[in-house]
Each structure stands twice: as C-alpha cells, then as structure tokens.
C-alpha cells in the first residue's frame, strides 16, 4: 500500500523560505510524475507543482512561478518542494501524491504552513 508522508512545514513570516519533503513508500517513484498540492483554510485542494519521472519536465500553477520549485530524489523515494519568497495566500496545507489521478494513492496527512504578515 503506498504511503506519502509530508514534512517540512511551519510558521514563517512573509517572505521567508521552506522546504517541504514528502517521502513516498510502498510504490517506486521513478515510474511517476509527481506532484505537490495544497489546501488554504476552507478551501479545495488545489494543484501547486509537478515533476516527471526523470525531472526533465516541471509545470507550475500561475501563483507560485518563479518563487517554488520542485526537485525529487528517485533513488531516496522523495520528491521537495522549495518554497520562497512566501506570502500568507500561500497558508496551506500541503500534500504530495501522483500527478495524474487515476495513479493518486491515499492522501497522506500533509503539512502545515503557515505564513505571517
């Protein structure tokens, strides 16, 4: 059964930088592209960035170009989320899973962050 667990989360203040890990078992990464969401507070989860399976390819919602990037480590199982430059539209709660849908385990509990004006 695959399991994704979430870490790298906090408090931080506008501007400032975290870097989010999920590692992944039970499923070998390297045959997916990857992918970070979040859920700000009393919303849907919504699509942040993604990663193919060899890295050669990225794709970013509009929100967040230019200030995250996604990288994933296929022989350690994890996929990161470099997050700079952070506003407090960016509080969320963030999870990693599969790109497509139809390849998407169970959510894992995701991380918490939180950013401060």
């Known amino acids: 059964q695959v399991q994704l667990v979430e870490s790298g989360g906090g408090l931080v203040q506008a501007g400032g930088s975290l870097k989010l890990s999920c590692v992944v078992s039970g499923r070998t990464v390297s045959w997916y592209a990857m992918a970070w969401f979040r859920q700000p507070p009393g919303k849907e989860r919504e699509f942040v960035a993604a990663i193919s399976p060899r890295s050669d390819t990225t794709r970013y919602a509009d929100f967040v170009k230019g200030r995250f990037t996604i990288s994933r480590v296929n022989a350690k199982n994890t996929v990161s989320l470099q997050m700079n430059s952070l506003k407090p539209e960016d509080t969320a709660v963030y999870y990693c899973?599969?790109?497509?849908?139809?390849?998407?385990?169970?959510w894992g509990q995701g991380t918490q962050v939180t950013v401060s004006s």
């Open positions: 899973n599969a790109d497509l849908q139809n390849l998407r385990g169970n």
